[in-house]
T-cell receptor, first 113, second 113 residues
Framework: EADIYQTPRYLVIGTGKKITLECSQTMGHDKMYWYQQDPGMELHLIHYSYGVNSTEKGDLSSESTVSRIRTEHFPLTLESARPSHTSQYLC????????????FGQGTRLTVV | SQQGEEDPQALSIQEGENATMNCSYKTSINNLQWYRQNSGRGLVHLILIRSNEREKHSGRLRVTLDTSKKSSSLLITASRAADTASYFCATVILIQGAQKLVFGQGTRLTINP
């Protein structure tokens, strides 16, 4: 079982609300990632980080923002949620050097109504 | 997909049969990984094959890599109902000086009892 946790597991919110999806890992990994995945579809990288105070946008344009103030914590924020943000959000982490294997959280299923 | 294609997109077989999934990629790689995702969950790392390896085994899993064709295959032997899941290949690619972990589109595997 990977030591990476996402909360909440499921979230239903109204349009226009601000939300933060939490992701924490206890493995001391420097690299962390956020992916967006619609049901049965491929994963799209939306944000990644190589360490504290390092954040980069991924391949899929996203209105979300991220921060990396602590190694173990990589939250994702949507300032004003819209129905188009409805999706599953997956957080992952991996070592900076050594094996590139990524460990994933269970995901947050977000529904914006 | 930025990295490549997986085929088939969906595969349905009887329990006990072998399942083969293929992955093609576009860029040079150091290694290729395969992940499994149960419905609505995060991804779990299955196996990694390095670019200087041609074949690798792990239990009922067999992975091959052909760097000349930029392709890999995952074979699951003697399939079980519990193998029902989506399977993704992934590679680390260099884009604009940054290393990113990107995934294929995935193959949805259904094992019928």
């Amino acid at each position: 079982e990977a030591d990476i946790y996402q909360t909440p597991r499921y979230l239903v919110i109204g349009t226009g609300k601000k939300i933060t999806l939490e992701c924490s890992q206890t493995m001391g990994h420097d690299k962390m990632y956020w992916y967006q995945q619609d049901p049965g579809m491929e994963l799209h990288l939306i944000h990644y980080s190589y360490g504290v105070n390092s954040t980069e946008k991924g391949d899929l344009s996203s209105e979300s923002t991220v921060s990396r103030i602590r190694t173990e914590h990589f939250p994702l924020t949507l300032e004003s949620a819209r129905p188009s943000h409805t999706s599953q959000y997956l957080c992952a982490s991996s070592e900076q050097t050594g094996l590139p294997e990524a460990f994933f959280g269970q995901g947050t299923r977000l529904t914006v109504v | 997909s930025q990295q490549g294609e997986e085929d088939p997109q969906a595969l349905s077989i009887q329990e006990g049969e072998n399942a083969t999934m293929n992955c093609s990629y576009k860029t040079s790689i150091n290694n290729l990984q395969w992940y499994r995702q149960n419905s609505g969950r995060g991804l779990v790392h299955l196996i990694l094959i390095r670019s200087n390896e041609r074949e690798k085994h792990s239990g009922r899993l067999r992975v091959t890599l052909d760097t000349s064709k930029k392709s890999s295959s995952l074979l699951i032997t003697a399939s079980r109902a519990a193998d029902t899941a989506s399977y993704f290949c992934a590679t680390v690619i260099l884009i604009q000086g940054a290393q990113k972990l990107v995934f294929g589109q995935g193959t949805r595997l259904t094992i019928n009892p």
